[in-house]
């Protein structure tokens, strides 16, 4: 047995030893539950992988990716930009994205192939137009005999003009021809402000790039205003938004609030031209002098599918009866758009 004092030394070396693993455990601690927590939030985080396509159907994620793509503390977007809409069509199929950005007609054969997508909204309305730089031409009959240029056979602006002449009793077979022989609008856009080609069907931003290097540009159809003397609706849905249907039994909720961001972010880029067209051209989607030249003409907004559904089921119908193979050969029904 030892002595008193060294009984009481031992005693007061183990409080303080003790005494200094209780402090290390209260500055520890709180650093564990922390470290705990992040990795737990990091496990739980969802990244909602966003396809968009170069040009103005894109432009609405400017919004998005300006900000870093988040949504809130435990969600966010990854955004990708393809150079055509069969890249985004391969993704959405095979589950690498989420949410995607399409031509309304592409959307409408997907759904008939059996991808599993909802339509969530309306994001780009009619911004088509066909010009010219002849005074001649005022009316239908003095468009006889002429040769209009068409980026591409099957697209939009193939069958809206023809949709448009049958309308109005012209037969595009023999009244006019039309000519597909240079697919890309940028390329058309060099031709027609060198005169090579007097007659020319264009979108955005192509269209305010014509007129900004022709400026005896005459407009002899608004496509937009024709649709509505058509059909009794402002315009017609050229772009939509859809999403998995996966993604939105899994996440509803996220869904409902990625929705909202993509509303703000087009908003964002209407009201923001020339700093949105600086974060298009970021993302590599168009150029940043030509994105600031068209946003203002690309009649982008959103619309939900709700609100949507009755322009959209029209637009479908016109085209069924028009080529009916445009759309996957069936008119989509209700349960392709989202409920709001």
Request: aromatic share 10%; glycine share 6%.
């Amino acid at each position: 047995m030892g002595t008193l004092e060294h009984r009481v030394n031992t005693s007061m070396k183990l409080k303080r030893v003790m005494l200094t693993m209780f402090i290390v455990l209260l500055i520890v601690s709180p650093l564990s539950s922390q470290a705990v927590k992040e990795a737990q939030n990091e496990r739980d985080h969802v990244t909602v992988n966003l396809g968009a396509m170069k040009g103005p159907s894109g432009f609405g994620v400017a919004g998005i990716t300006q900000k870093g793509g988040v949504i809130n503390e435990m969600a966010s977007f990854n955004v990708k930009v393809h150079a055509t809409f069969n890249e985004v069509i391969a993704k959405l199929a095979n589950g690498e994205l989420d949410m995607a950005f399409l031509p309304t007609n592409v959307a409408a054969n997907l759904y008939a192939k059996g991808v599993p997508i909802k339509l969530a909204a309306v994001t780009g309305q009619g911004m088509l137009q066909f010009i010219t730089t002849d005074p001649q031409v005022v009316e239908f009959e003095d468009l006889r005999g002429t040769s209009i240029a068409i980026p591409g056979a099957g697209g939009s602006p193939d069958q809206l003009t023809q949709i448009y002449f049958t309308a109005f009793g012209y037969d595009t077979t023999d009244f006019v021809t039309l000519d597909y022989s240079i697919a890309s609008p940028a390329q058309l856009v060099q031709m027609y402000a060198a005169g090579k080609k007097d007659f020319v069907v264009l979108p955005e931003p192509f269209l305010s790039m014509a007129k900004a290097k022709q400026p005896k540009t005459i407009i002899l159809l608004d496509y937009q205003s024709l649709w509505g003397a058509l059909t009794g609706t402002d315009n017609y849905p050229m772009t939509v938004l859809v999403v998995r249907d996966t993604f939105i039994a899994e996440h509803p909720e996220l869904v409902s609030l990625a929705l909202d961001e993509v509303a703000m972010s087009i908003d964002w880029v209407n009201t923001n031209v020339e700093q949105a067209a600086q974060e298009i051209e970021k993302q590599e989607i168009l150029s940043a002098e030509l994105a600031q030249l068209s946003i203002p003409n690309c009649n982008l907004g959103y619309i939900n599918a709700t609100d949507a559904y009755e322009s959209v089921d029209m637009y479908y119908n016109i085209l069924y009866g028009f080529d009916y193979e445009s759309i996957g050969s069936a008119v989509p029904n209700e349960d392709f758009y989202l409920e709001k």
